[in-house]
Each structure stands twice: as structure tokens, then as C-alpha cells.
């Protein structure tokens, strides 16, 4: 991925994840250059969002 602060480009695996520095535990990708936190639930949350809003997709009852 790339680092969208520096533009530095890392693999997710090279990031430090749990950094400890972030609350509630480290959900981020902090990039090796310059450890800036990326969120790294973009896709996630778009896979999530997707599951929540299903229901409105159906809701075509007619009423
Ligand atoms: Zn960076
Ligand atoms: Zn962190």
C-alpha cells in the first residue's frame, strides 16, 4: 500500500501494526518512513457497510 502522507510505498506486512501508541489497540498501518497511521479499514468498513445496508436493498414490499 501507499503511505498517504509520504507517498512511500510498503507492504502491509512491513507496517507497524500494535504500535501501542494508538487507543483501544492499533487498527492502523503506520507507515516504516514515516509512521504516520493509514487506515487500514477502508476496504473493511466498505465490506461491512455492504453487509449493513443489504437490508435496504430487499425492503420493496410495495407498502
Ligand atoms: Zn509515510
Ligand atoms: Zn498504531
Redesign the pocket.
Known sequence: MKCAFCGHEFDEKEA???????PG????V?CPKCNY?NPLEAKLIRKIRSLFTRNDDQGGDGA
Open positions: 507497524r501494526q500494535g504500535c501501542g501508541a494508538c489497540g492499533c487498527h492502523s503506520h497511521s
